[in-house]
């Protein structure tokens, strides 16, 4: 297979729909990241993205990722936690990651938040809500969301800078559309509540399937895997 050719014909076709949502929607593009999602793919993956100008890259295992990091030293990259984090991975995490999206409860707050004191470093966290309240999904439920946000304002180490979405998995993309909406009302209810709206400046949400109506509901950060890098191979746990 011609990777580079792949990725790089993938990466022109979703900046161009993301630029066109954006347009839509009457937003500046430069306003929305791009998260590459490179989980099960290894660094060549990623060094193909990197060769297009893609600096954002997701990851949902902190093992996994390390590799790939220890792989990539010498490269300029911002790594996006998007898994559900068990707490004995906080430690690895406060410290690899740049950006921790799946802050799902009170206790993985203090764990990261302890060890990120610790390693000396500042990971802007995202919230991970569970709107739909599925069983198979992480995430802290809208009636938990306020007491977690304010835990993470008085945080020490850890810089809250939004929310993040997983919705049920959409047979067609408007199928989202309600998800996203609400979690942008979560946000105005927080910052009506009292949370500073600076503090809640992302949401991340929006998929391969779904990024474009994300966009439009007011999305800062898309998480796109498949139509970057093609299907994955079918892992264990893997979501
Ligand atoms: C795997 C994953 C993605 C990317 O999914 P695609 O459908 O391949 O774009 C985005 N967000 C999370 C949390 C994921 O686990």
Redesign the pocket.
């Known amino acids: 297979m011609p990777l580079e050719a792949d990725i790089a014909a993938n990466f022109a076709d979703v900046r161009r729909r993301l630029d066109a949502a954006a347009q839509r929607a009457g937003r500046r593009p430069e306003d929305i990241t791009l998260v590459a999602?490179s989980?099960t793919f290894g660094p060549d993956h990623i060094r193909a993205a990197f060769a297009e100008g893609q600096r954002a890259f997701?990851e949902?295992r902190v093992q996994e990722a390390a590799a790939k990091m220890a792989d990539l030293a010498g490269l300029p990259l911002t790594w996006h936690l998007?898994?559900h984090l068990q707490s004995n991975k906080a430690r690895r995490a406060a410290a690899d990651f740049n950006w921790i999206e799946s802050i799902d409860s009170l206790s993985v707050l203090q764990k990261v938040d302890a060890a990120a004191v610790e390693a000396g470093t500042r990971p802007a966290i995202l919230l991970q809500l569970d709107l739909a309240l599925e069983d198979t999904k992480y995430g802290v439920a809208e009636s938990g969301v306020l007491e977690l946000a304010q835990a993470a304002l008085e945080a020490r180490a850890v810089d809250l800078r939004g929310l993040m979405l997983?919705p049920p998995y959409p047979e067609r993309a408007e199928d989202s559309r309600p998800w996203f909406q609400a979690l942008a009302r979560v946000r105005l209810a927080l910052v009506d509540r009292g949370i500073p709206a600076e503090r809640l400046a992302h949401l991340s949400m929006g998929?391969?399937?779904d990024f474009e109506v994300a966009i439009e509901e007011g999305a800062t950060m898309v998480?796109?895997?498949?139509?970057l890098f093609g299907p994955?191979i079918a892992a264990a746990g893997q979501?």
């Open positions: 999602v989980k997701g949902n998007i898994g997983v998929m391969s399937r998480r796109v895997g498949t139509a994955r979501t």
